[in-house]
Structure formats: C-alpha cells, structure tokens
C-alpha cells in the first residue's frame, strides 16, 4: 500500500511538473529579440531560471530577465517574473517593482518583500498586473481584465487589459524551435497624462516554457512590434 501511494504521488509531482505554461528547470536561459514595427531589433531578453521550489501539487518560480536595449546608453535593465501553477492554472506576476529598485543602485542581494513594499509606496503602485492560463481552455473563453497604475519617468502610467479571451492552440516555430502553444489576445490601454494608446496584444505561451510569442498591433491592425524566443540555453 505503502509503495502504491508513493508511486500515486510521483505520477502527480511529473504531471504538474508537465502541465505549467512555464519552465522549472533551475539555470535554464530563455533568450528573446525584440523587434519594431520595420522588424529591426530593438533590444534582447534573457530570462534566467531560478527559485525552482515543488509544494505538493504546487510548483513556482522565478524568471530574471535582463534586458539589453540596442543603440542606446545606460541600456541595460531588469526585471522578474513569477510563475506558480497550482495544478489547474499557471499564475503570472512581473514585479515592476525590481527594475527601479536596481536603478536606485541599491543591493540585488538585499532586494525582498520589504524593499518591494517601499519601492511600490515610491512609485505610487496601485493594482493587480497578474494573469492566469487556465489548463484544458477552450477557445472563445474571456479572461479577466486588469488594471494597475505606477510612476514611471517621473509620470503616472495607467494600465488597464481588457476584453481578453483564449484563441484556441496553435503550433509556433522559432529558431529555439517548434512549440504547441496556448494563443491568447486582449487589449491594453496605456494612459500618460492626456495621451491615452491602445493596442491589441496576442501572445503564445508553451507548457514548460512560458512565452514564445508576442505581437502589438494597433487599433488599425497595423504591427507595432514583436517579440520572439530566439534561443535556450540549458
């Protein structure tokens, strides 16, 4: 009985370790281009695997992506990304908080709950920027809308996603190779002082990958740029 129930929990730790729309191999590097509206690289990311932690049914970690911004000075940034899965959806965070406090030159070491919390009241935080990819969604299904607001270059961003809904799947190849993907699209709307921009954004997630795809269009289907994985590195 004994052996049967620890044979029962491997099966449930590989199936959730399987089914999350993002990577848990610890050291894994994701490489992505980013490019403008002509196809010209605009800059490159490099998510890098850690805080691999496995709870149970739950698993979580943590993407730090360094961003490399071509032709530009002082064009290095950076950001996190948290990722759980509970065994039914994948949730996602980006801690918007994490790139302004590196530019504070502050510690990266010393960066935790503590120093989110007072770089969020620094920058006015307010929202919720999460966003789940629910297992077995069909094509069709809404998503929840979103809103979040911060200072960014000295100015007040309002973000709201909206109108938001599952595409179905769809295959996606890159040079990092050939995924089946979940497709998603909503819209976002960006609000800077008077200036409001809307774009629609679609995106293709892979289980055990996370992000393999982004597209930014505008209100009249023109591109406005695009993201790709590129390359990974394990």
């Not at 490489?31 to 698993?59: I, L, M």
């Not at 935790?112 to 629910?134: I, R, S, Y």
Request: glycine residues 6%.
């Amino acid at each position: 009985m004994r052996k049967l129930s620890l044979f029962i929990a491997a099966l449930l730790i590989c199936h959730t370790m399987q089914a999350q729309y993002f990577c848990t191999n610890e050291g894994v590097e994701l490489h992505y281009v980013n490019y403008d509206e002509v196809g010209q690289s605009t800059s490159d990311e490099t998510a890098t695997v850690t805080n691999v932690k496995q709870d149970g049914t739950q698993v979580s970690a943590r993407y730090m992506t360094k961003i490399v911004t071509t032709k530009l000075k002082n064009n290095t940034s950076y950001t996190l990304v948290d990722w759980t899965y509970d065994g039914g959806k994948t949730i996602c965070k980006e801690d918007l908080m994490y790139g302004p406090y590196i530019n504070s030159d502050l510690d990266p070491a010393k960066y935790d709950q503590k120093a989110h919390d007072a770089m969020a009241d620094e920058l006015k935080w307010k929202g919720d920027n999460t966003f789940e990819l629910v297992d077995g969604a069909k094509a069709g299904e809404s998503m929840s809308d979103r809103s979040y607001s911060l200072i960014q270059n000295m100015l007040r961003n309002d973000i709201t996603v909206s109108g938001a809904a599952y595409m179905g799947k769809e295959n996606v190849s890159t040079t990092a190779g050939k995924f089946d993907c979940v497709k998603i699209s909503y819209l976002k709307r960006t609000k800077i002082l008077l200036k409001t921009e809307t774009v629609r954004v679609t995106e293709w997630y892979a289980k055990n990958i996370g992000l393999v795809k982004s597209e930014m269009y505008d209100t009249k289907g023109v591109l406005k740029g695009k993201t790709l994985l590129v390359k990974i590195v394990k």
